[in-house]
């Protein structure tokens, strides 16, 4: 079952998406087996630039590789970070 990856530029619109305040990232799972991926631009390390959104000097792309893997797992449950 396909997933959606969501990335948000504000925390208020991950947080009313179904993000969780002490996350970095979210997993959510649907009762058909897929899911949506929630994940707020703060924490993958973009800065607002005039007009949008850069990557800033802690830019992380592997936070998305994380919550992919975890879409993974059959019981859906925290996989540890490699980095």
């Not at 959510?28 to 959104?53: Q, T, W």
């Not at 792309?61 to 059959?74: D, K, N, Y």
Request: hydrophobic share 40%.
């Amino acid at each position: 079952m396909p997933h959606r990856i969501r990335l948000f530029a504000e925390q208020t619109a991950y947080l009313a998406a179904g993000g969780q305040v002490s996350s970095a990232g979210v997993f959510l799972r649907d009762y058909r087996g897929g899911g949506r991926v929630l994940i707020p631009f703060a924490a993958l390390g973009f800065e607002k630039f005039v007009s949008d959104y850069r990557p800033g000097a802690k830019y992380e792309p592997r936070l998305v590789t994380h919550e992919l893997a975890l879409s993974h797992r059959p019981d859906g449950r925290y996989l540890p970070t490699a980095f």
